[in-house]
């Protein structure tokens, strides 16, 4: 008789062998869900964000909706009256949502994730939000998330406070499919005893995510959700190790890729040195400098600019080449291609 349930390993290798590189991301939206976060998943257009939004399975306990559009009509329809729910909103690529559904999103979702509550009451729309919890999972692209923090206060303040941030790597991608998979769950234990662990390298992949006052309580929750889906029911020092182990090259990533042009003015991301990024990130054995400029429609020059940033950080190499017809081509590094090269067995 077969097992109702699997492995952590049979898990991501569920995901793997339909959309390799694809497991470990879509274990982290998973591990979102338990921990009662929200997240963005960051990447330029084809690398698999959305494909990993709609992989991620459907837990216990909670009430799923998928938004291409938000409004006040639709979510009449879809969530209506709810009271005392975990709800889990997808979607799928912000970029598809307009400007207007966009407003309509910031006035009611940062309600809902602080207070638990939206009401909106009329003749024609019922909306009764009552004591919920809101996960986000969110497919955007590095230019919209920078234009939406430099632009929308609103943004920035959901964005820093409310939501983990994990850039999409993915070298070991094969050709394109569309193939929908509900991967199997494990049995999830309800609860688990945080025990005398060390936290502060969990901490460091948040602490340039969220405000500083929450990345304690990210790493904590973060932890804790993969000793409940491992099974277990006290967390321990392996689990802490493990989750670095498994996340770190997506988190840190987006730490390393902030800037503030002043005192004054919004954190932002360096979009441009993002996108090139995630695309030099989807090829396994390096990309060259003709090929990003032809993907991107621009000039090998425009590319060696943000090539340039992304060298001085130490994310990606540059091997120039030698002899006649040789051409530049970028790797991501040594340390992150090692990585991929034991994906998923870190």
Not at 180 to 208: C, M, W, Y
Not at 215 to 237: H, M, N, S
Request: aromatic residues 12%; proline residues 3%.
């Amino acid at each position: 008789m077969s097992r109702n349930y699997c492995t952590i390993h049979e898990f991501i290798e569920q995901v793997d062998l339909t959309y390799k590189g694809l497991g470990l991301p879509t274990l982290y939206g998973v591990l979102s869900i338990l921990a009662n976060k929200s997240v963005f998943f960051i990447a330029g257009a084809g690398q698999g964000k959305t494909r990993v939004i709609k992989t991620i399975p459907e837990l216990p306990d909670t009430f799923v909706s998928n938004w291409d559009s938000f409004t006040l009509e639709g979510l009449s329809i879809n969530v209506g009256t709810v009271k005392d729910t975990h709800l889990v909103w997808k979607v799928e690529e912000f970029g598809t949502l307009s400007k207007y559904h966009r407003r309509i999103f910031l006035d009611i979702v940062p309600k809902i994730i602080s207070d638990g509550q939206y009401y909106h009451i009329t003749k024609r729309l019922w909306i009764e939000i009552v004591n919920c919890k809101l996960d986000l999972l969110i497919a955007i692209q590095p230019l919209l998330y920078s234009e939406l923090c430099r632009t929308e206060s609103r943004w920035e303040s959901m964005a820093v406070d409310r939501f983990s941030k994990f850039v999409l790597l993915n070298p070991l991608r094969e050709d394109t499919k569309d193939i929908q998979i509900n991967p199997k769950l494990p049995i999830i234990t309800q609860n688990a005893a945080l025990g005398n662990v060390d936290l502060s390298r969990v901490e460091l992949l948040f602490s340039d995510q969220i405000s500083k006052g929450r990345k304690f309580l990210y790493a904590r929750d973060y932890v804790t959700a993969l000793t409940r889906f491992i099974g277990e029911t006290k967390v321990t020092q392996k689990h802490a190790d493990l989750f670095y182990k498994m996340f770190y090259p997506y988190l840190q990533t987006f730490n390393w890729l902030q800037y503030s042009k002043d005192l004054e003015a919004s954190v932002e991301i360096q979009a441009g040195q993002m996108k090139l990024f995630t695309e030099i990130g989807s090829y396994n054995d390096g990309v060259t400098k003709r090929t990003l400029a032809d993907n991107f429609k621009v000039s090998e020059r425009n590319v060696e600019k943000y090539a340039q940033g992304l060298l001085e950080k130490g994310l990606i190499r540059k091997d120039t080449g030698q002899g006649r017809g040789k051409q530049t081509k970028y790797y991501l590094s040594e340390e992150l291609e090692g990585f991929f090269k034991q994906y998923p067995d870190v």
